[in-house]
């Protein structure tokens, strides 16, 4: 197919996606863009592309015993499967998360097979960073394959240049984006406690002992409501602890907030920027852990504060002042972080950047 492609007019995408999504026939009002497929409109952020590609879109679904192999071995092979046999119909395979290209990468290395070139987006540092085992030994073969990678935290290409250096001279710092063109059309009720209390979301891989012990020294009036894991004990008749909720009654509590708490632990490699991110765009003032993960967001805006992880110190300190600024203030927070998410930090900007490496890729030319 690569012969064929002239300036993207004709571009054919197959997009290999680590996470299920609906396939529908119109889209659905109670999903993201990105989690669902539907004929009326180009999948997520692909229909800001200046020449809208053709994108077959394979999420991670398969049989349950062979999702529950998938799960122990932390990688989807089912999905190359499905794909292989049409594999050369494309102009260029898109991977977004890279255990979905393992058995990609293997089976083109080891059977020499001719396939489109390969972008790979590396959310997780292949396998959470990890320098040693059976599945890093895999992301180490397989990735020789890859023809290009895109990562979301800028931090790591030091772990890449360790442990995957033939990729450092052919990947790139691209920043998530968010759409703000889809939040600002939502509208969520105001609720009693509107701005009596602060919130925290998540359900893992959130430092919840430092935020309580910092709550419960700052001495704070609002109330701590923490939204994700029901698991989470605590003696503080002041946090409400609540599980997994609906979208829409989430959305409720954050932006009704005073404002939020997004306490990281700190690994090298993407997750929460999509929480964070999507409170930017609703204009929730942010008090954000100074993690690897989303320190490249954070600095853009001056709506999101931060503080020095698990330090309980730095954290009520942050907690205390950030409880006493006046409304005014957080209403100007919260319009910082706005205009960041409609300009450098915009799902636009991101598809821009991804529209020009797949173009190049495309044409054959180095990028």
């Known amino acids: 197919m690569n012969e064929l492609y002239r300036d993207g007019y004709d571009m054919k995408i197959l997009l290999l996606i680590n996470w299920k999504i609906k396939y529908c026939d119109t889209a659905p009002e109670n999903l993201q863009p990105s989690d669902y497929n539907c004929p009326e409109e180009p999948f997520w952020f692909f229909k800001y592309f200046a020449e809208v590609p053709k994108v077959d879109v394979v999420d991670i679904g398969a049989p349950t015993w062979i999702e529950k192999i998938e799960n122990k071995i932390r990688f989807h092979f089912y999905q190359t499967l499905k794909v292989l046999p049409k594999i050369k119909q494309y102009d260029l395979i898109f991977v977004h998360g890279s255990n979905s290209a393992m058995l990609l990468g293997a089976i083109k290395r080891i059977f020499r097979i001719q396939m489109p070139p390969i972008l790979d987006v590396d959310i997780s540092s292949f396998h959470q960073a990890s320098k040693s085992g059976m599945i890093h030994r895999l992301s180490q073969f397989s990735s020789k394959a890859f023809d290009y990678m895109v990562y979301h935290t800028s931090s790591q290409i030091d772990y890449y240049k360790i442990e995957f250096p033939w990729l450092v001279n052919?990947?790139?710092?691209?920043?998530?984006?968010?759409?703000?063109?889809?939040?600002?059309?939502?509208?969520?009720?105001?609720?009693?406690?509107?701005?009596?209390?602060?919130?925290?979301?998540?359900?893992?891989?959130?430092?919840?002992?430092?935020?309580?012990?910092?709550?419960?020294?700052?001495?704070?009036?609002?109330?701590?409501?923490?939204?994700?894991?029901?698991?989470?004990?605590?003696?503080?008749?002041?946090?409400?602890?609540?599980?997994?909720?609906?979208?829409?009654?989430?959305?409720?509590?954050?932006?009704?907030?005073?404002?939020?708490?997004?306490?990281?632990?700190?690994?090298?490699?993407?997750?929460?920027?999509?929480?964070?991110?999507?409170?930017?765009?609703?204009?929730?003032?942010?008090?954000?852990?100074?993690?690897?993960?989303?320190?490249?967001?954070?600095?853009?805006?001056?709506?999101?504060?931060?503080?020095?992880?698990?330090?309980?110190?730095?954290?009520?300190?942050?907690?205390?002042?950030?409880?006493?600024?006046?409304?005014?203030?957080?209403?100007?927070?919260?319009?910082?972080s706005i205009e960041c998410t409609m300009t450098v930090l915009s799902e636009q900007q991101m598809a821009q950047r991804f529209e020009r490496i797949c173009r190049m890729l495309c044409r054959g030319k180095e990028i």
């Not at 691209?174 to 939502?186: A, R």
């Not at 009720?189 to 910092?214: F, H, M, Q, S």
């Not at 997750?271 to 954000?288: D, K, N, R, W």
Request: net charge positive; hydrophobic share 35%.
């Open 170 to 336: 052919k990947c790139e710092f691209i920043p998530l984006g968010v759409d703000y063109n889809y939040w600002k059309t939502k509208q969520y009720p105001v609720i009693p406690e509107r701005k009596t209390y602060i919130v925290c979301v998540g359900y893992r891989k959130r430092d919840w002992n430092t935020l309580l012990k910092a709550y419960n020294e700052s001495n704070i009036v609002e109330e701590l409501y923490l939204i994700g894991n029901p698991d989470i004990k605590c003696e503080n008749s002041k946090v409400k602890v609540l599980p997994f909720i609906p979208i829409s009654k989430l959305m409720t509590y954050i932006t009704n907030a005073k404002f939020s708490v997004i306490p990281l632990d700190n690994f090298n490699y993407s997750f929460a920027q999509l929480t964070l991110l999507q409170q930017m765009a609703l204009g929730v003032p942010i008090l954000a852990a100074d993690v690897y993960a989303i320190r490249d967001y954070i600095k853009c805006s001056n709506g999101v504060i931060s503080y020095t992880p698990y330090n309980v110190e730095n954290l009520k300190t942050k907690l205390q002042e950030l409880s006493k600024l006046k409304e005014t203030d957080l209403q100007k927070m919260g319009q910082s």
